[in-house]
């Protein structure tokens, strides 16, 4: 599994790149802040809503400390997915902007 750091993140996001960020936890967690233009689809849900990820973009999976994120990637990958990467250190490590 890839890995990518908070800053390489937001470094490519203020670029203006594309990116895809898919916010793996609860919408609690969620409601405390997540990246600016991250979807949320909790982990539990990612098997049922495995329509709404692109596969011809590149995906960053998120959560609060990286270790959903990481399971998330597995799984994606598992399904054919081989533009994924988790966010090392989740958002627990994110000191960019929050929406």
């Known amino acids: 599994m890839q890995a990518i750091s908070p800053r ?3 470094s490519r996001l203020e670029k203006g790149e594309k990116l895809q960020i898919i916010d793996v936890r ?3 967690e969620v409601a405390s802040g997540k990246i600016p233009g991250a979807k949320n689809i909790p982990l539990g849900q990612i098997p049922n809503r495995l329509h ?3 596969r011809n ?3 960053i999976m998120v959560c609060r400390s990286g270790g959903r994120s990481g399971r998330a990637c597995e799984f994606l990958v598992g ?3 081989e533009n994924v990467k988790n966010m090392s250190g989740g958002m627990l490590s994110w000191s960019g902007k929050v929406e």
Request: glycine share 14%; hydrophobic share 25%; charged share 25%.
């Open 26 to 28: 609860e919408p609690g």
């Open 8 to 10: 390489d993140v937001q």
């Open 79 to 81: 399904q054919g997915f």
């Open 52 to 54: 709404e990820v692109s």
């Open 57 to 59: 973009v590149e995906t």
